[in-house]
């Protein structure tokens, strides 16, 4: 285990040089979306995270522990509310499952259910899911580069690719020079009307990597309506077979 | 006492479990409170409410012991009073489950106006190794595909009706699964029974293919041998679950209905609008339903369900609706017709979260129809409901 953690490091120190934006000048544009993806992401992970849905006179929280490995295995168990506690969802490449363990009852979800905003917030199945991939999905330019909260951001556009099956018209990110965790995300519609922003902030260490353990969604015609993700603890790369993600583990695991 | 005793044990060597940052407490604790006030309206007594409170509350309590070895006890107790228990004979035996191998209820209070019971509808343990899986003891046992109507349920049938009990009954029986894929598995299991009348064993596989589940079952159930299948996939978004099981009868006997065995089969088809409305629709067939007036179900018996008996007529129609009015308040609308003899039952909901962990709703159930059709002259039901989960 020591190795392990040893040999990652040399690695993240490796890879650190190799992104060091003095060595590496000119990168383009998915290359960074590229490299912002693999940081908040990892080859596989595991979080705890809290989602607290705000309203002017109400709020409602939910925490849930996920794994997660690629783009098609997640494993998500619900902790909090309690009456919700011990419900788990289970991801393969397109297919879905939840268990509910009152009952001991596996149900096979359909699509239709997954395009639902995840227990009625603003956050959708596909931000949780990841169900696309701001890499393989869309092509990618660099706008301009700002100073956004008191970073040096490259502002890039994505544009989705013909054939990919993604619900924006246009996203553009404020990716931040040299770290790669983004600031600000917007989310443009087909009529290129803005929908909603996720604004990362609280940046803190998680694992090796510094990333923004808060987002904040904002549905663009609803001020007064948010979401707030908030990343309890993460750890990147770990070791998870693909086996873990079956129904077997998706009643024992807690 | 004991019980305590356990826990004390079990959080001084918490700390031993606790191999790295993510993992959870061995022994979970967990249960609601909630208190149900219903209203009756009989048919033909419309002057003549019937009026009942019962304060419920469950206590789950699992010890994940080792990797290899869980526990789940929980434990179902309820206080009811008012006029169904006045006038009801005996009501403490009505209200509790009769159809258990095991004794594991206890009635506390049985007063002409009020009764008070025990009991615990799961306590089971688990050991798992590599792919095997096996659990013994009272637990629930759910084969079904379908959301209301389950035929391929051979082992805990529960009413639709009845939606107040939550978790459902459960099984005294031995499991053995064996899971042959990531999303594949084979089981047997063995319900107990004094005699063979009241046992069942069957065996049951499941596996995914073409993003679709699929199982076959088989055994035998009672007075009944049975053969089923079922499936659940999705078309264009919508999900799709089918579900087919045929029950024969092991020994023929002059007074034997039913000689060639009945066939139960239903259908269903649910999706999810963007904007949270849902729609979900199914269909039930029993072949030794009846065709023409059903005769009324028996909405206050507590005589062991049957997945042979779903529905009295041959066929019986569900709809149902649901929509997010806000994020906090969800209103449902549910009916099931017997085409046969055009009676009905129709049960409207609104649920409001409250906070975090407190939640109300109000339900209704009105029954439609005329004499001996299968919901008529039955009456109308509402439920106000107060809950608060821990």
Same mark, same amino acid.
């Given at each position: 285990m020591k190795l392990f953690k040893l040999s990652r490091t040399v690695l993240i120190l490796g890879l650190s040089i190799l992104l060091n934006p003095v060595l590496a000048q000119s990168e383009d544009a998915t290359e960074i979306v590229r490299k912002s993806d693999q940081l908040m992401q990892g080859d596989s992970y595991i979080s705890i995270m809290t989602m607290k849905i705000v309203r002017p006179s109400w709020d409602r929280t939910i925490t849930f522990k996920s794994w997660g490995k690629g783009r098609d295995l997640a494993l998500t168990y619900i902790q909090t509310p309690a009456a919700d506690k011990g419900q788990t969802f289970l991801k393969r490449t397109n297919e879905m499952w939840t268990w509910n363990p009152k009952i001991n009852r596996l149900i096979k979800l359909p699509p239709s259910m997954l395009a639902q905003g995840w227990m009625?917030?603003?956050?959708?199945?596909?931000?949780?899911?990841?169900?696309?991939?701001?890499? /393989?999905?869309?092509?990618?330019? @660099?706008?301009?580069? &700002? %100073?956004?909260?008191? $970073?040096?951001?490259? +502002?890039?556009?994505? #544009?989705?690719?013909?054939?990919?099956? /993604?619900?924006?018209?246009?996203? @553009?990110?404020?990716? &931040? %020079?040299?770290?790669? $965790?983004?600031?600000? +995300?917007?989310?443009? #519609?087909?009529?290129?009307?803005?929908?909603?922003?996720?604004l990362n902030s609280d940046v803190k260490q998680m694992d090796d990597r510094e990333i923004p353990t808060k987002t904040i969604v904002q549905p663009a015609d609803e001020p007064n309506k948010k979401t707030v993700v908030t990343i309890e603890k993460m750890d990147f790369n770990v070791n998870l077979q693909d086996k873990f993600f079956s129904q077997q583990n998706m009643k024992r695991i807690r | 006492m004991k019980v305590r005793l356990l826990i004390i044990t079990v959080l001084i060597s918490f700390n031993a479990f606790a191999q790295d940052d993510y993992s959870l407490s061995p022994v979970e604790f967990s249960g609601y409170v909630k208190d149900v006030q219903t209203v009756f309206v009989p048919y033909g007594m419309e002057e003549n409410w019937l009026s009942d409170n019962a304060i419920h509350n469950r206590l789950k309590l699992k010890y994940y012991y080792k990797d290899w070895l869980t526990f789940d006890i929980q434990a179902r107790n309820r206080f009811i009073y008012g006029d169904f228990v006045k006038f009801f004979p005996d009501y403490a035996k009505y209200a509790q489950s009769s159809n258990y191998f095991l004794d594991m209820d206890y009635v506390w209070l049985n007063d002409s106006s009020a009764v008070g019971l025990s009991e615990l509808d799961r306590l089971y343990f688990q050991l798992t190794k590599g792919d095997w899986e096996v659990t013994v003891g009272r637990q629930r046992i759910n084969w079904g595909m379908n959301l209301v109507w389950n035929p391929n349920d051979i082992f805990n049938t529960f009413s639709y009706f009845d939606f107040e009990y939550e978790e459902r009954p459960g099984t005294d029986a031995i499991r053995v699964k064996y899971y042959t894929s990531i999303t594949g598995s084979a089981e047997l299991v063995y319900k107990a029974g004094e005699e063979v009348d009241e046992m069942a064993f069957a065996g049951l596989y499941r596996f995914n293919a073409g993003s679709y589940d699929f199982q076959f079952l088989g055994g035998f159930m009672g007075k009944d041998l049975v053969l089923g299948t079922g499936y659940s996939g999705s078309i264009k978004g919508a999900a799709f679950r089918g579900e087919l099981t045929y029950f024969k009868p092991r020994q023929i006997y002059d007074y034997t209905i039913n000689k060639d065995g009945v066939v139960v089969s239903s259908v269903s088809a649910d999706y999810t609008f963007s904007n949270t409305l849902y729609l979900h629709a199914g269909i039930l067939y029993n072949s030794s339903g009846a065709s023409g007036k059903a005769g009324q179900i028996q909405l206050l018996s507590n005589q062991e369900l049957s997945p042979k008996m779903l529905s009295r007529g041959k066929f019986n129609l569900f709809a149902q609706t649901s929509f997010s009015i806000t994020p906090l308040i969800t209103a449902n609308l549910s009916s099931i017709i017997n085409p046969d003899d055009l009676s009905a039952f129709i049960s409207p909901s609104i649920t409001a979260s409250l906070s975090d962990n407190f939640s109300t709703s109000l339900f209704g159930q009105f029954f439609m129809g005329s004499a001996d059709t299968e919901y008529g002259h039955i009456g109308q039901i509402a439920y106000l409901r107060f809950k608060y989960s821990f």
């Open positions: 009625g917030s603003d956050y959708s199945n596909d931000d949780i899911l990841k169900e696309s991939s701001i890499v /393989v999905d869309y092509h990618h330019k @660099i706008l301009k580069e &700002v %100073k956004y909260e008191g $970073f040096d951001c490259w +502002v890039i556009q994505m #544009n989705p690719k013909e054939d990919a099956a /993604v619900v924006w018209g246009k996203v @553009i990110s404020y990716i &931040v %020079k040299g770290k790669y $965790f983004p600031l600000k +995300v917007e989310y443009f #519609n087909e009529d290129g009307d803005l929908v909603k922003t996720h | -």
